[in-house]
């Protein structure tokens, strides 16, 4: 099999892992061990309808894409595009059910309560002052970029290796 050096693009996204598997984590509480029903074919039914253990799996696949861009770790096209590929259902859908979930766990009463109270006490109508809505704003952005540079790397593999399989080194 031919060998070629891991595009810049690959090598690239070892940040982007870190910093999505931290993401995942605090966007969905996931523990730092998950257990796995194997007892028979079919008892995963209702694990995977789980959000938190799609997005724990989901964790598991960068843990993997991030030992895959290791410098010096030989691997091959094929598993870094199917890692990648396995990765996307689930990072597509993650912002969306991160906010759906934070949405639905909010209080909103007195969260508007909260509003009053700044415009009543002459507040300065700081977002600091109610817990700043740019910190969300800024996860989701952070989240969207290294999403993308995972599709620019899938992208690199694929033109390094002329759409064939090639070990990487």
Same mark, same amino acid.
């Given at each position: 099999?031919?060998?070629? #050096?891991?595009?810049?693009? +690959?090598?690239a996204?070892?940040?982007?892992?870190?910093? *999505?598997?931290?993401?995942?984590?605090?966007?969905?509480?996931?523990?730092? %061990?998950?257990? &796995?029903? =194997?007892?028979?074919?079919?008892?995963?039914? @209702?694990?995977?309808?789980e !959000?938190?253990?799609?997005?724990?799996?989901?964790?598991?696949?960068?843990?993997?894409? /991030? +030992?895959?861009?290791? !410098?010096g770790?030989? %691997?091959?096209?094929?598993?870094?595009?199917?890692?990648?590929?396995? +990765?996307?259902?689930?990072? =597509?859908? @993650? #912002?969306?059910? /991160?906010?759906?979930?934070?949405?639905?766990? %909010?209080?909103?009463?007195?969260? &508007?309560?909260?509003?009053?109270?700044?415009?009543?006490t002459?507040?300065?109508?700081? !977002?600091?002052?109610l817990?700043?809505?740019?910190?969300?704003?800024?996860?989701?952005? *952070?989240? $969207?970029? /290294?999403?993308?540079?995972l /599709?620019?790397?899938?992208r690199?593999?694929?033109? @390094?290796?002329?759409? $064939?399989?090639?070990? *990487?080194?």
């Open positions: 099999m031919d060998e070629i #050096p891991k595009p810049r693009e +690959l090598l996204i070892r940040g982007a892992t870190e910093d *999505l598997f931290a993401l995942l984590r605090k966007w969905f509480a996931v523990p730092t %061990t998950v257990t &796995l029903d =194997l007892r028979a074919v079919d008892s995963a039914v @209702a694990e995977l309808g !959000p938190r253990l799609v997005i724990a799996m989901a964790m598991r696949k960068l843990q993997a894409l /991030h +030992l895959l861009t290791t !410098p770790v030989v %691997t091959t096209t094929d598993v870094v595009l199917t890692v990648i590929q396995d +990765l996307e259902r689930a990072l =597509l859908q @993650a #912002p969306a059910m /991160h906010l759906r979930d934070t949405a639905a766990a %909010t209080d909103w009463d007195a969260a &508007l309560a909260a509003l009053d109270d700044v415009r009543d002459g507040g300065s109508g700081d !977002p600091g002052e817990g700043d809505p740019e910190d969300a704003n800024d996860d989701i952005t *952070l989240f $969207r970029t /290294h999403h993308a540079a /599709h620019n790397a899938a690199a593999v694929l033109h @390094a290796s002329d759409g $064939r399989i090639r070990r *990487l080194v």
